[in-house]
T-cell receptor
Framework: NAGVMQNPRHLVRRRGQEARLRCSPM?????VYWYRQLPEEGLKFMVY????????ESGMPKERFSAEFPKEGPSILRIQQVVRGDSAAYFC????????????FGPGTRLTVL | KQEVTQIPAALSVPEGENLVLNCSFT??????LQWFRQDPGKGLTSLLL?????REQTSGRLNASLDKSSGRSTLYIAASQPGDSATYLC????????????FGQGTRLTINP
């Protein structure tokens, strides 16, 4: 059973470009979470999705950031018009269901904005 | 608002020692607590999950305890090895927090051969 997959592993963008980060959850997992780890800071929750629904986006910046988890295909975290402050490691996690379930993390995507 | 604190921020011990990492959280109304390991430049590996109704969990040389009423958890590592060197993160899911994990800042552990 493959773990949580994220791609790309490393992404370099210039200021003003768009970044698209992909996450494929573990087989059988229908809950996806995105977290961000800024340099020298802890991991912070961004958004929680189930298939075709955003359940909690309280940690996501109101502008430029969006997330989706379509019926088919991976979850996508999209950052429009990137700025240097967006440089961070973005981690995706998945779980099979409710709050009592363990979250399993992917290897992360390291975004560098030049 | 839930806050998670880990002490110490960094710890260096000789190989073979037993050690304890500490985690505290401000809101005792949690569903579960999870301990992770993070190697430099890598993702997170889940080590142990303790449900709110449990007092401890064990996996190999690792033992995690939970005292929900006092807002504390400890991760005990027995017979430490250089391969245990990593950052250890503690995270909780609060009853008020939907299903999002709230993380501590981590303890950077170095085991010296």
């Amino acid at each position: 059973n493959a773990g949580v997959m994220q791609n790309p592993r490393h992404l370099v963008r210039r200021r003003g470009q768009e970044a698209r980060l992909r996450c494929s959850p573990m087989k059988g997992h229908s809950h996806v979470y995105w977290y961000r780890q800024l340099p020298e800071e802890g991991l912070k929750f961004m958004v929680y999705l189930q298939k075709e629904n955003i359940i909690d986006e309280s940690g996501m910046p109101k502008e430029r950031f969006s997330a989706e988890f379509p019926k088919e295909g991976p979850s996508i975290l999209r950052i429009q018009q990137v700025v240097r402050g967006d440089s961070a490691a973005y981690f995706c996690a998945s779980s099979p269901g409710a709050v009592y379930n363990e979250q399993f993390f992917g290897p992360g995507t390291r975004l560098t904005v030049l | 608002k839930q806050e998670v604190t880990q002490i110490p921020a960094a710890l260096s011990v000789p190989e073979g020692e037993n050690l304890v990492l500490n985690c505290s959280f401000t809101d005792s109304a949690i569903y579960n607590l999870q301990w992770f390991r993070q190697d430099p430049g890598k993702g997170l590996t889940s080590l142990l999950l303790i449900q709110s109704s449990q007092r401890e969990q064990t996996s190999g040389r690792l033992n995690a305890s939970l005292d929900k009423s006092s807002g504390r958890s400890t991760l005990y590592i027995a017979a430490s090895q250089p391969g245990d060197s990593a950052t250890y993160l503690c995270a909780v899911i609060s009853v008020q927090g939907a299903q999002k994990l709230v993380f501590g800042q981590g303890t950077r552990l170095t085991i010296n051969p």
